[in-house]
T-cell receptor
């Protein structure tokens, strides 16, 4: 069974700092990997999707990388803003079409 | 475009009671998902529908949980009887296509507290 882990569980940074969130998975037979954002009391919003054949995806200040062989992905956030405060979740889709979320990283950006 | 709607937003019940949650996906979306998110954990997929057929319910505790998607549109998730460990946020999501890799759009969730 796929295990998806995110470290750290919580992170506080001052505004303007660049930061990296980590996601690791145990089974490298994945179809793709997604990063989501979850705000309190709200649903999840998809941020970036990386297909298994890709190495990275970029959207604005966000850059996600994927190293399938080592079972790792990182989400890089440049020039963090207080509005970036949220929980960030990664999720993998196995080649068997099963979908697994990670444990999440709670990010607080301090003004 | 209206998003995924869920109701109720909050529910408090006592153990052994029954409860039902409702989800209305984005219009035209073929696939609907129910997730359970326990505090401090990532969401866990409970069941996936394509139109009104079940694609994956391998992680649904079938002795107490049931779900249906009549007419391939809205869906209900029921717990009967509830246990303390069922306290969680229940998220509904939908996607336009039939692949699990399609972008999923999530509703706000229903927070269930079992006392």
């Amino acid at each position: 069974k796929q295990e998806v882990t995110q470290i750290p569980a919580a992170l506080s940074v001052p505004e303007g700092e660049n930061l990296v969130l980590n996601c690791s998975f145990t089974d490298s037979a994945i179809y793709n990997l997604q990063w989501f954002r979850q705000d309190p009391g709200k649903g999840l919003t998809s941020l970036l999707l990386i297909q298994s054949s890709q190495r990275e995806q970029t959207s604005g200040r966000l850059n996600a990388s994927l190293d399938k062989s080592s079972g790792r992905s990182t989400l890089y956030i440049a020039a963090s803003q207080p509005g970036d405060s949220a929980t960030y979740l990664c999720a993998v889709t196995n080649t068997g079409n099963q979908f697994y979320f990670g444990t999440g990283t709670s990010l607080t950006v301090i003004p | 475009e209206a998003g995924v709607a869920q109701s109720p937003r909050y529910k408090i019940i006592e153990k052994r009671q029954s409860v039902a949650f409702w989800c209305n996906p984005i219009s035209g979306h073929a696939t609907l998902y129910w997730y359970q998110q326990i505090l401090g954990q990532g969401p866990k997929l409970l069941i996936q529908f394509q139109n009104n057929g079940v694609v994956d319910d391998s992680q649904l505790p079938k002795d107490r949980f049931s779900a249906e998607r009549l007419k391939g549109v809205d869906s209900t998730l029921k717990i009967q009887p509830a246990k303390l460990e069922d306290s969680a946020v229940y998220l509904c999501a939908s996607s336009i296509g039939t692949s699990i890799s399609d972008t999923q759009y999530f509703g706000p969730g229903t927070r269930l507290t079992v006392l």
